[in-house]
């Protein structure tokens, strides 16, 4: 299986904006949007532009599945968040959340040169959470009542793993999972 995390492109928009808009992928999700293709454009020639976010898909064997971003990426203070998901079910459940996990992290912490790296995470999505702890990643605390969705408030899960953390653990993992390809910002 040829693991890849490929730039988007201009062709990659009308794929994103269908995942970005299944109920599946948005329940774990701040926002429930009705995008537009135009919207989809502003959105892609915004982020191009802006050097805090990179945005990957995520291929399989040539194959889109997925979509992958580090966000808030603070230069200064070296720290960013990460946020992906699988979309294609075909590809749920085979490990490779774990795989593209390791890989970012050290990417993140090594390219990149961050020392920190957080998620948000709604409450209820408890694998989002136990793939995080597993890696390392800890708990920093809840923001509660954070997200107004579908007419309740949920609280959001915030957590992170820094660098130092990571290099005390990678050990048990860099050697388990293949080494996938991640297409460089330049």
């Known amino acids: 299986m040829q ?8 062709d990659d928009l009308e794929q994103i904006r269908q995942w970005r808009m299944l ?3 948005t329940k774990y999700m701040y926002t429930d949007p009705i995008i537009t293709p135009e919207q989809q454009v502003k959105w892609y020639e915004k982020n ?3 050097p805090s976010v990179k945005y990957w898909i995520i291929n399989v064997d040539s194959i889109s599945i997925g979509l992958l971003c580090l966000t808030n990426i603070d ?15 075909r590809f749920k459940g085979k ?5 593209i996990e390791v890989n970012v992290y ?9 020392n920190k790296l957080w998620f948000e995470v709604l409450e209820f999505n408890s694998k989002a959470i136990s793939l995080h702890q597993k890696f390392g990643s800890e708990v920093e605390g809840i923001l509660r009542e ?8 949920f609280d959001v899960i915030r957590m992170s793993i820094t660098k130092r953390k990571w290099e005390t653990i990678r050990n048990q993992f860099i050697n388990t999972y293949p080494i996938i390809e991640i297409e460089d910002y330049v």
């Open 75 to 89: 230069y200064q203070n070296n720290h960013c968040s990460l946020g992906h998901y699988i979309a294609d079910d």
């Open 23 to 25: 109920p599946e992928i």
């Open 146 to 153: 954070h997200i107004f969705k579908n007419g309740e408030y």
């Open 95 to 99: 490990g490779l959340a774990k795989i």
């Open 3 to 10: 693991i890849a995390l490929k730039k988007v492109t201009y």
């Open 48 to 50: 191009k532009a802006d």
């Open 106 to 114: 050290e990417y993140v912490f090594y390219s990149l040169k961050m």
